[in-house]
């Protein structure tokens, strides 16, 4: 087989236009501990899909901005990889949607996968082995997340944290681009986020709507995203650490040679972690917190983006990128920004 490279070439993404400020969930929650809470999550406000407003949607405007800034047109993509965890049906997969919407030739490969904060990396990784196996030229990875519409809206643990939104990345065959990809998985810890209730494991039922508060007040159903925090926090210093201090080793590469590291946007407290336990100074560690919150599949590429028009990346600067989360799973990869 001819081993090939590939090249994210650009990205673009787009955040709902309802902004929810952290004035607005404690005007409703008062009696929710301020401080602790903003900062532990570093998040002053987010981004919030409406009501009729889905991740696919948001993923078409993205799209469009895409095929306005790149110089391709809708007949040069061969295929899209569409990484979610709130589609807008159980089937068909968001892809075949997004294929119809953008009114895309038949010969083009589209799928699912279903995947959370890892799904950057994961779906990096497929790109590049369509790119190495067939004679692809345009692959549109496509991360998008509405979490919101599954928070109850008096989970503190959760409804800080996390803001909607899509992005897309254009991924195409290049000499240099991806250095190295690794990914893991750890199913022990699938039950540290979930959604319990809504799959054929256990259907929706009127016992899955009942509320249940937990011993921190927090109040959810069945039918709301779990998040056991400490544990996934354990499981980020065990397994995220040694990933990214393996694919430095493995690539005879320091922190001294990476020009930046992008992690997962999680919260403030967990990029705190990272930092001081790589030994990192901060200055290297891109935070965009603040205002967008954590974006889930999204938050990688948007911080990629947001370094890049802060002319914080340039072209054949070194930067390692990872992502973690639901699963658990996880994945890192060092990039030579050929963008």
Known sequence: MNS??????????HLPERVVTNRDLFRENPSWDQDEFVKKAGVTSRHIAHE???????????CDKIFSTSGILRSDIDGIIFCTQSPDYILPPNASVLHERLGLKDNVLAFDINLACSGYLYGL????????TYDLKNILLVTADTYSKYIHPHDKSVRLLFGDGAAVSLIQPGEEGIIDIKLGSYGKGYSHFMIPAGGCRLPRSQKTKLEIHDKSNNIRTSEHIYMEGYALLSLTRSKVVRDVQQILKINALSCEDIKLFIFHQASQ????????SLGLPKEKVYNNLSNIGNTVSASIPITIKNALNEDMIKCGDKILISGFGVGFSWGSAILEWMG
Request: glycine fraction near 0%.
């Open 125 to 132: 990784a497929i790109a590049k082995a369509f790119l190495n």
């Open 269 to 276: 407290f967990v990029l705190e972690t990272l930092t001081s």
């Open 4 to 13: 090939k490279n590939c090249k994210i070439k650009n990205i673009e993404y």
């Open 52 to 62: 009729e407003e889905t991740a696919l949607d948001l993923a078409c405007v993205a």
